[in-house]
């Protein structure tokens, strides 16, 4: 069976510090993979999405970036962290093939910035 | 995608049927409707989703309305479990289209 872990659950970091949140998915091949983040009391805002290896779509102009190195890893990251930052993010993926369109999440990762 | 509006907020009593209605005016006709839940602190869970028939599943039953411009998720006898932020999605099908949440509802099953 599949199943996608994302890590670290929780993190505090002081502004101006970088971040790297990774995401891995277990038990299937070229998946499509997407981060969100969910800010205090508001809904999922999709901030990046990937079809393949090195392949990365943003949807959101902001001063975070992802990678996809590898088949069914994951990984957002800045270099400077903003106050405006915090929030729970949460990673995902949906099938490449056979894709009923549901989309799996991972636990989430909650990321406060002082 | 087409945008979708929900109520922010409902209530239910423990052990009767939620109804939870999404309008969706804009939809297309290669767009399915989704519906994802989300407990506090958790990622969200999907649900059921449908593209102009009637669905139901071992969680939810899915009621479209003739026109598809607007649906409704019937949970037929909520528990406490089922408190939750409640997502209507509308999302074409093809792997280029992406799932945009808005704020959805949150319910509130009362004992």
């Known amino acids: 069976s599949q199943t996608i872990h994302q890590w670290p659950a929780t993190l505090v970091q002081p502004v101006g510090s970088p971040l790297s949140l990774e995401c891995t998915v277990e038990g299937t091949s070229n998946p499509n993979l997407y981060w969100y983040r969910q800010a205090a009391g508001r809904g999922l805002q999709l901030l990046f999405y990937?079809?393949?290896?090195?392949?990365i779509s943003s949807e959101v102009p902001q001063n975070l970036s992802a990678s996809r190195p590898q088949d069914r890893q994951f990984i957002l990251s800045s270099k400077k962290l903003l106050l405006s930052d915090s929030g729970f993010y949460l990673c995902?993926?949906?099938?490449?093939?056979?894709?009923?369109?549901?989309?799996?999440f991972g636990e989430g990762s909650r990321l406060t910035v002082l | 995608d087409a945008k979708t509006t929900q109520p922010p907020s409902m209530d239910c009593a423990e052990g009767r049927a939620a109804n939870l209605p999404c309008n969706h005016s804009?939809?297309?006709?290669?767009?399915?409707v989704y519906w994802y839940r989300q407990i506090h602190s958790q990622g969200p869970q999907y649900i059921i989703h449908?593209?102009?028939n009637n669905e139901t599943n071992e969680m939810a039953s899915l009621i479209i309305t003739e026109d598809r411009k607007s649906s409704t998720l019937i949970l037929p006898h909520a528990t406490l479990r089922d408190t939750a932020v409640y997502y209507c999605?509308?999302?074409?099908?093809?792997?280029?289209?992406?799932?945009?949440f808005g704020t959805g509802t949150s319910l509130t099953v009362i004992p």
């Open positions: 449908g593209l102009k």
């Open positions: 999605i509308v999302r074409g099908w093809r792997t280029g289209n992406q799932f945009y």
């Open positions: 995902a993926w949906t099938p490449r093939i056979l894709n009923t369109g549901e989309l799996f």
């Open positions: 804009t939809i297309s006709g290669n767009e399915y």
């Open positions: 990937s079809v393949g290896i090195g392949q």
